[in-house]
């Protein structure tokens, strides 16, 4: 089964930063767009970046602009969100997935293989 392995997340103050790491199995993200999404206790998964085939293409949620950057590289078949001046509010489990076509970006219908997630704790 394809899925992505990630890793990076855990307990955090606020305005500390994490960067998150997500690395597929069984497949190759050369031809992807990649995206994280975001669900909080209570609430709907939500996008909080994106990253189109090539590295010229990125977005990013109102939320996340200025604090967050998303990048790939694939020689090490890998995606990366590094996620700065974090608040309470991004508290939540983050997810990577991967979509052929994915648009709108920040659309789950959009995205084929998903990792199981990776709880992300911003308290004092």
């Known amino acids: 089964q394809l899925h992505f392995v990630e890793s990076g997340g855990g307990l955090v103050q606020p305005g500390g930063s994490l960067r998150l790491s997500c690395t597929p199995s069984g497949f190759n993200i050369d031809y992807y767009a990649i995206a994280w999404f975001r669900q909080a206790p209570g609430k709907e998964r939500e996008g909080v970046s994106g990253?189109?085939?090539?590295?010229?293409?990125?977005n990013y949620a109102d939320s996340g602009k200025g604090r967050f950057s998303i990048s790939r590289d694939n020689a090490k078949n890998t995606v990366y969100l590094q996620m700065n001046s974090l608040n309470v509010e991004d508290t939540g489990v983050y997810f990577c997935?991967?979509?052929?076509?994915?648009?709108?970006?920040?659309?789950?219908?959009?995205?084929?293989?998903w990792g199981q997630g990776n709880q992300v704790n911003v308290s004092s």
């Open positions: 990253i189109g085939f090539s590295d010229a293409i990125t």
């Open positions: 997935a991967a979509g052929y076509a994915a648009d709108p970006w920040d659309v789950t219908a959009e995205y084929d293989y």
